[in-house]
């Protein structure tokens, strides 16, 4: 009976021995067996889908495990791989994609469209705009196609119940970002804050004169506000198909890839830089901050960079930190739905690079705030890269 009792304690010990020569002799494979663990990838949705079913076994699991009770994915190349050049190819393939599709087709017909004069063209321009918002995502999508990377960690998971405060956090934290902003810019320019939006009432005045139903300036002003309170809870998904174009393709294709490669903050900061010079030729165009200003298209563009920067830091550390990107998501509809909101309370229409905008530095400042705070709590408390390098 001792016999019998010491036996598989033995075994096992032997078992050991035999997987750390293994691990030795296969230094690649020990990475991989160790990466490919439970918990390793915020972005692994085969985990939280399946509740730790169908992960690839560590090499100790493989070999004590019957045959017939492994659950091997069926995919199980297209989860990730092991070559970091491989790697660099698909972030290069997606930057080639997202940039080029979108960069022709702005220079070659949308920017002449909206240069034209001609008010259906511009009218035409702008829905293109809105369509293009669209290819970081359909670029993400044709090169994990196409490099057979798949779509195993995509951040398709709704794990609300896990992540609630940080779902609450992309839903209304960047809308009252935006406030806070809008109230710091019109506490240093007090005499340009008008509460009765003479420009916008005449201009929507006359556009409802126009079209054969005239309203009153007090209907209109109580019908923007009552408008402006609705999208305090909905502006999260007012804009949520353009938002999911450029989040899908910049924080959950390309972050986590950069973030393997030069860490937490650097990932962070460069996602955004580059969702921001992706808006180059239509900021060169004038289409965000206007063309008047000195320096004019490169301090726009730098800006812009700028801008996403910072915006792109909130977003990537909503995604990393619940492994979703529907927060990410949420935050971005927010800031675009209600981006030029304040600027109908001023006399002149406000300014892009000082407020009430967030892209105006006053206004901005509570999104650098937060930005910083962001890059401070990944700093010091990194999510664990996962095992696609």
């Not at 705009?129 to 970081?136: E, R």
């Not at 402006?228 to 938002?243: G, M, Q, R």
């Amino acid at each position: 009976m001792e016999r019998l009792e010491k036996n598989p304690d033995s075994e096992v010990g032997a078992e050991s021995k035999m997987e750390a020569e293994e691990m030795r002799d296969n230094p690649q494979e020990a990475d991989t067996a160790q990466e490919s663990t439970p918990e390793s990838d915020a972005f692994d949705i085969t985990r939280r889908f399946k509740h730790g079913q169908n992960q690839i076994p560590t090499a100790g699991q493989a070999a004590r495990e019957p045959q017939a009770e492994r659950e091997i994915p069926k995919k199980r190349a297209l989860i990730g791989v092991t070559d970091k050049r491989v790697e660099t190819k698909r972030i290069l393939f997606f930057l080639a994609l997202c940039f080029g599709v979108a960069w022709v087709t702005e220079i070659f017909a949308i920017i002449p469209m909206y240069q034209s004069g001609d008010v259906d063209l511009v009218k035409e321009a702008v829905d293109m705009i809105s369509q293009l918002m669209l290819t970081p995502a359909l670029a993400a999508l044709v090169v994990r196609l196409a490099t057979r990377e798949g779509l195993a960690k995509s951040g398709f998971q709704f794990n609300f119940m896990e992540y609630k405060a940080l779902f609450l956090l992309g839903w209304f934290g960047t809308t009252a970002l935006t406030f806070a902003g809008a109230l710091i810019y019109f506490l240093i320019f007090k005499d340009n804050f008008d509460p009765n939006m003479t420009s916008f009432v005449a201009s929507y005045g006359e556009s409802a004169a126009n079209a054969g139903a005239p309203i009153d300036a007090v209907n209109i002003i109580a019908a923007y506000k009552t408008d402006l309170l609705i999208k305090v809870f909905t502006a999260a998904v007012l804009d949520f198909i353009n938002s999911f174009g450029e989040e899908w393709g910049f924080r959950a294709y390309l972050l986590p890839k950069l973030y393997r490669k030069f860490g937490a903050v650097p990932s962070m900061i460069l996602s955004g830089l580059a969702s921001g010079l992706w808006y180059a030729p239509l900021v060169a165009a004038g289409y965000y901050y206007g063309s008047g200003n000195a320096g004019f298209p490169v301090v726009n563009i730098l800006a812009m960079c700028v801008f996403g920067a910072v915006t792109g830091v909130i977003y990537s550390y909503l995604c990393l930190r619940t492994g979703s990107i529907f927060p990410a998501v949420f935050a971005h509809s927010a800031v675009n739905v209600l981006m030029s909101q304040a600027a109908l309370f001023t006399f002149d229409g406000g300014n892009f690079f000082v407020g009430p905008s967030p892209t105006g530095i006053l206004s901005g400042l509570p999104f650098i705030a937060a930005a910083a705070v962001c890059l401070l709590l990944m700093y010091r408390n990194p999510v664990r890269p996962g095992g696609e390098q």
